[in-house]
């Protein structure tokens, strides 16, 4: 039995010692523009997916994109599952930024239902940044800020001494009976 209790011991050190990755990250959007308008949203990404420090969605590492205002009657909008046809996402993971200075289809710009569709859009390249709420663009002057989703995860020290105060509470249990 206190073989047991030592392989038992072991083995939940070795896992509860092994670093816990989440794949799924998720991002804040909030934009502050004019007489306090603002859109908000969220990002998610899969990170396992993501090689090469940048997140796009023709590589399909992007996972889900919301967004949303209460502001000039209202709007809001879902990536995918909405019409979302040209669409241009492009976010920078090392210095977490959405990039908004090159040509609206390239790598450096941003084009979220901004054709005229129904919802809310948004288009940031060299020449223009601007919501676009039902098709109709109102311009912007300011830049939309992204901030990193902190998820609580479990510390694996905290897990494996769990593990060995139950391992040891049923070892002197079992010494007391014998």
Known sequence: MKNAILRLTALLLVTGSLAAKADIITYDILWTGDAGSTMTGLFTYDDSAEA????????????SLALSTTDFG????TWPGANADPF???FDVLNEELPVNGNT???EAQFWNAGGGIGLGYRANDTRSALFINGQFQELTASIVTTRQEVAVPEPGTLALLGIG????????????T
């Not at 090469?52 to 996972?63: A, F, I, M, P, T």
């Not at 209202?74 to 909008?77: H, L, R, V």
């Not at 139950?166 to 009976?177: E, H, L, N």
């Open 52 to 63: 090469d420090n940048w997140v796009r969605d023709r590589d399909s590492e992007l996972l």
């Open 74 to 77: 209202g709007a809001s909008w």
């Open 88 to 90: 241009n996402f492009n």
């Open 105 to 107: 289809g390239g790598t």
């Open 166 to 177: 139950i391992a040891a509470m049923g070892f002197v249990r079992r010494r007391k009976r």
